[in-house]
């Protein structure tokens, strides 16, 4: 079945520093690829998305490349900052055959960033 | 924006009670979902809804059931709370299309003493 497999955290980093965040997985057919950020004490939310091979998603200095050929998603950003302290989830969508209903995530298990000043 | 909202965030419960966790969410979503996140096992899907009254089992139904009786409205209801049902909950919306982003509410911490 389709999984996602991401680095076991915590990572710890210094202000400015470059981060990498793996992910890799495994489906059949062509997924979309979904990184999500879970802040202290809150729900997840939408970081970035690539809905077919070569798609980058960005968002808040935060880039991803949908990666066919590695069967990769890895999270990247150039220069961190203490407030992107937090839990980050790699995810892939997965078709539920539900009465022709559609739209469920598989997660990887999560990778919590903490940024020292 | 889409709000997902969860109408409790902590609550503590003793063992063998009856427990509604409530969720309502404003984008007229078909699909609905109840997520249950636990320190090194991430997230695992308990059961979602893609329509009124029609509801699904995830990867971990056990001890759990669901209701959904009106589009905007998912309830999570644990018959008699144990205490390895003590985690954080998390309710979600989307539409009914594939690849499509799912929204979460802000969690419920439930502690079952």
């Known amino acids: 079945g389709n999984s996602v497999t991401q680095m076991e955290g915590p990572v710890t980093l210094s202000e400015e520093a470059f981060l990498t965040i793996n992910c890799t997985y495994t489906?059949?057919?062509?997924?979309?690829l979904f990184w999500y950020v879970q802040y202290p004490g809150e729900g997840l939310q939408l970081l970035l998305k690539a809905t077919k091979a070569d798609d980058k998603g960005s968002n808040k200095g935060f880039e991803a490349t949908y990666r066919k050929e590695t069967t990769s998603f890895h999270l990247e950003k150039g220069s961190v900052q203490v407030s992107d302290s937090a839990v980050y989830f790699c995810a892939l969508s997965d078709r539920m055959n539900y009465g022709g209903s559609q739209g469920n995530l598989i997660f990887g298990k999560g990778t919590k960033l903490s940024v020292k000043p | 924006d889409v709000k997902v909202t969860q109408s409790s965030r902590y609550l503590v419960k003793r063992t063998g009670e009856k427990v509604f966790l409530e969720c309502v969410q404003d984008?007229?979503?078909?699909?609905m979902f109840w997520y249950r996140q636990d320190p090194g096992l991430g997230l695992r899907l308990i059961y979602f809804s893609y329509d009124v009254k029609m509801k699904e089992k995830g990867d971990i139904p056990e001890g759990y059931s669901v209701s959904r009786e009106k589009k905007e409205r998912f309830s999570l209801i644990l018959e008699s709370a144990s205490t390895n049902q003590t985690s954080m909950y998390l309710c979600a919306s989307s539409i009914l299309i594939s690849g499509n982003t799912i929204y979460f509410g802000e969690g419920s911490w439930l502690t079952v003493v």
């Open positions: 489906a059949t057919g062509y997924p979309s």
């Open positions: 984008m007229d979503h078909e699909n």
